[in-house]
């Protein structure tokens, strides 16, 4: 555990006072890496309210914040619950675009990820996507991709490099279109929805993206992906 070194990282998410996909996920990566107990996992918790504390800028505020912290610890204390870290048990959540939440998500769960990730999406274009699954597959994530043949050949598409990186991507090769947009994390989460992995999902249009882990759901989507791996080689 190292705090300072926590305390730095909060302090430059806290700078603009939101918290991006790409800082959620520096802060999972960081969790990842130094805190392994309850006691680790206490000490993080509260150096997050003493630098927002730090920050507040009237007492007022600084009282909330106290309030809040100390009403966490009562409902929530710490290994009260497994399955509140459990990503198998963790809430079921809806993103909505434009904006960043659904990239923020999708930036999440492939930080988050530890053993394969499936991605089964029409096309991949935001380059920021690309980064996060290049980073998990660079630190030994499994990584299958399928897309659509057409969107893959689209300027912009990161599918080519993605496969040039070494990750296993195979296109729909039929005249019509491979339309899916979901993605399958250790099979204990799942991400779908109408959300297109593309800058112009999060930018303009109106889409949206569930987070969720529902077994039943996981193992539909599980089915319909090795069905279409293998219908595609």
């Known amino acids: 555990m190292q705090p300072a070194e926590l305390d730095a990282l909060l302090r430059q998410t806290l700078t603009d006072h939101k918290l991006s996909g790409s800082e959620k996920s520096s802060l999972i990566d960081w969790a990842h890496a130094h805190i392994d107990s309850d006691q680790d996992r206490g000490v993080a918790r509260s150096r997050v309210f003493e630098i927002a504390r730090q920050a507040a800028t009237d007492e007022e505020a600084r009282r909330v914040l106290s309030w809040v912290e100390a009403a966490l610890k009562a409902i929530l204390p710490l290994g009260a619950n497994v399955g509140m870290t459990d990503p198998a048990h963790a809430p079921a959540e809806a993103c909505f675009s434009p904006g960043d939440a659904c990239l923020g998500q999708i930036a999440h769960r492939f930080a988050a990820v530890r053993r394969f990730a499936d991605v089964c999406v029409f096309t991949i274009t935001d380059n920021r996507i690309a980064r996060v699954i290049l980073e998990?597959?660079?630190?030994?994530?499994?990584?299958?991709?399928?897309?659509?043949?057409?969107?893959?050949?689209?300027?912009?598409?990161d599918i080519e490099q993605l496969a040039d990186a070494g990750i296993p991507v195979r296109v729909d090769r039929s005249p019509y279109h491979m339309h899916h947009k979901f993605a399958l994390f250790d099979d204990t989460r799942l991400l779908t929805g109408s959300y297109n992995w593309?800058?112009?999902?999060?930018?303009?249009?109106?889409?949206?993206l569930v987070d969720l882990g529902d077994p039943r759901l996981i193992t539909a989507f599980r089915r319909e992906f090795e069905a279409l791996w293998e219908r595609l080689t």
């Open 136 to 157: 998990a597959h660079r630190r030994g994530v499994k990584i299958r991709i399928i897309s659509d043949n057409e969107k893959a050949l689209d300027p912009g598409s």
């Open 198 to 208: 593309t800058r112009g999902a999060a930018d303009q249009n109106a889409e949206n």
